[in-house]
């Protein structure tokens, strides 16, 4: 499958266990490894918090996911309208948050961020490559 497959949700909260739920059974459907599927529904809450806790935009906007298997590769990404490209922070030890693009980064064979081609927000993307086992 080279084509994407795109869901848009409220820039809320409470879109973050749906988002992670359709991922989930996408990647049933795709018959992904349950590792890969384990680690990109991790990947994508954190990028969905993110997006939904800090982009600073006005009410109604969405939060757009955007899913590619290529292969033995899978690429998720977050599309939102907030300008502000993320930046990894450095929690120290008893902070409750600022962790997530660690993460990302240390679970993730790729990722990173780029300014949307309409000129509104911005995409936070990932890459997992895997192995589909013979069955």
């Given at each position: 499958m080279d084509h994407p497959i795109e869901w848009r949700y409220p820039r809320a909260?409470?879109?973050v266990p749906h988002a992670r739920a359709r991922l989930a059974a996408q990647a049933r459907?795709?018959?992904?490894?349950?590792?890969?599927?384990?680690?990109?529904?991790?990947?994508?809450s954190?990028?969905?918090?993110?997006?939904?806790?800090?982009?600073?935009?006005?009410a109604g906007r969405e939060?757009?996911?955007?899913?590619?298997?290529?292969?033995?590769?899978?690429?998720v990404e977050v599309l939102d309208a907030g300008r502000e490209l993320p930046v990894p922070r450095e929690a120290r030890p008893l902070d409750?948050?600022?962790r997530g693009l660690a993460i990302?980064?240390?679970?993730?064979?790729?990722?990173g961020a780029y300014p949307r081609e309409c000129g509104i927000g911005k995409a936070v993307?990932?890459?997992?490559?895997?192995?589909?086992?013979?069955?």
């Open positions: 909260p409470r879109s459907e795709w018959k992904l490894p349950d590792d890969t599927t384990d680690t990109a529904v991790l990947l994508l954190e990028l969905m918090a993110n997006a939904c806790r800090h982009a600073r935009v006005p939060v757009w996911v955007r899913c590619l298997l290529s292969g033995e590769r899978l690429r409750e948050s600022g990302v980064a240390a679970l993730a064979g790729a990722w993307w990932f890459e997992l490559g895997f192995e589909f086992s013979a069955r």
